[in-house]
C-alpha cells in the first residue's frame, strides 16, 4: 500500500486582521473572524460596537457589518 502525503492548499485570501471598539469606548486589537466571533456569543461585543480594518480609522457598525 502507497500512502500519499496530503497535498496543502494555500488559502486564496490573506487572514484579515480587525479591531473592535466596544459600547464603552475600549478597543480591542489584534483579532481575526474568530475572536471577533466569541467575543459577540460571550456577550463582551454587540451588534452597537464598531469594526474596524486594522490600520484604517473607518469604522463601521459590527450589526452592518456582512
Known sequence: MIRRIPKLVD???PA???RLRLADGTVREPL?????????????A?????LAAAGTD???RLGDHP
Request: hydrophobic residues 40%.
Open 46 to 50: 454587540t451588534a452597537d460596537s464598531e
Open 11 to 13: 488559502e486564496v485570501e
Open 32 to 44: 481575526n473572524h474568530l475572536h471577533v466571533r466569541a467575543l459577540v456569543e460571550t456577550g463582551i
Open 16 to 18: 484579515r486582521v480587525w
Open 58 to 60: 473607518t469604522w463601521q
